[in-house]
Structures are given as C-alpha cells and as structure tokens.
C-alpha cells in the first residue's frame, strides 16, 4: 500500500525563521511528488517535483526531491504569519490512480 | 473560471438522515476526486469518477456511501444514515487529466459534515 509519512506533524516557530518540513514516501511507480498548502479551506498548490536534486522555488518557499532516500523537504525562509498554515505532501503513482497524502505538518508562526 | 465549487459548505444532519454532498468541477475538467479529512489528518481517498463513471470506489465504505457523476449536472456524494463517526470535512477535486498525467489537482473548499 502507498504511504506518505510527513514530519513533524506540528512546529510553531518565530516570524524571521527558516523552517524545513519533510517528507518520505512510499509508493509503486512514482511519477511525482505534490506539496500543498492547507488554511481555512482548499488546499492549494504549491510544487510537483518529479526528477531528484532539482529544486523548485517560489518566493520564499523551496523543495527538492530525492527519489533514491524516497523523501523530499519543503524549505521556507524568513517566514511571516501569513505562512500559518497545514502543509500536505502527497504522491502521485504512475497508471489511473489518485493522489495519496500525508497527515500534514500544522506550521504556526508567531510575531 | 469559478474553480471547484462545492454545496453545502456546511452540514448539519442528525443521526440517520441523508447528507448530500455536490461538487461542481472545474469548466473543462472531467475527473472528479472525493477526500474525507478528518480533524488533524491528512486528506483520505474516497472515490474518483468521470462522466457517468466511477474509476476506482476503493477508499470508500461500502455501505451507505455512493456517489455518482452524471453526464449532466454535479458530481454527488451521498451518505445515508448518517453516524457520528461521518462527521468530517469532505473536499472534492478536479483534473483535467488521467490521474497520474497532471501537475495536481485543483480543490474545491470543502463541505463540513456535522452529524448531531
């Protein structure tokens, strides 16, 4: 069965800090990795890695895939109150089959 | 674009009645996602359906949950009977693409079940 596993569930850190969120996975041919964004509601997307050492970045957000450790991180610097948020990493497999996701990591930043 | 809509966005049913659930996706998108997410967990599968056609019912109960896609309309998750334990929000998601073919989903923002 597909798993992914993020850690850690929670982090409450100080506005101006760089946090790091992981992820690892294990899935039947992998196509790619997703990263979303989860406030009040929809959650909404931020990355879809597919090739490893490459990183992706948006702003003050990064992520990178590993595929042969089979995780991936999610980077956010100098982060803001506004970056309070769950954040969901899922799997995407290869074939007709929906994405698997994580609990989440619930990222609270304090002023 | 109106994005994913979804109706109710909240729900209230006592225990036994019917919750009906409608997702409309995205113009132009023929793949239609259900997830349950329970308070601090992830989002679980439910079922994935095109046009008048369920692909893959796996991650959903089989007793007293069905849904369906009609060629015309939304897509509807329906719960009878409903129990305590069916309390939940319910997110759907559309794609315009096979499963495994795109860059992610876009979400609709969600009903919250509340059964009394």
């Known amino acids: 069965e597909d798993k ?6 929670s982090l409450v850190v100080h506005e101006g800090d760089t946090v790091t969120l992981n992820c690892s996975y294990e899935v039947t041919n992998f196509r790619s990795l997703l990263w979303y964004k989860q406030e009040k509601k929809a959650p909404t997307f931020l990355f879809m890695l597919t090739s490893s050492g490459i990183e992706k970045k948006s702003g003050r957000l990064s992520s990178i895939l590993d595929k042969k450790e089979l995780f991936s991180i999610l980077n956010i610097t100098a982060t803001q109150t506004g970056d309070s948020a769950v954040y969901l990493c899922a799997v995407e497999a ?3 089959t929906p994405l698997v996701f994580g609990k989440g990591t619930r990222l609270s930043v304090i002023a | 674009n109106a994005g994913v809509m979804q109706n109710p966005r909240h729900l209230v049913r006592r225990r036994g009645q019917e919750a009906r659930l409608r997702c409309s996706p995205m113009k132009g998108h023929s793949h239609v ?9 992830g989002l679980k599968f439910m079922v994935y359906l095109q046009k008048e056609n369920i692909i893959d019912e796996s991650g959903m109960p089989k007793e007293r949950f069905s849904a369906e896609f009609p060629k015309e309309g939304p897509s509807i998750l329906r719960i009878q009977q409903v129990v305590r334990g069916d309390s939940a929000a319910y997110f759907c998601a559309s794609s315009p693409r096979l499963a495994g073919q795109g860059d992610g989903y876009t979400f609709g923002s969600g009903t919250r079940l509340t059964v009394v």
């Open chain 1, 94 to 96: 290869a074939g007709n």
């Open chain 1, 4 to 9: 992914v596993v993020q850690s850690p569930l």
């Open chain 2, 33 to 41: 996602y259900w997830y349950r997410q329970l308070p601090e967990e």
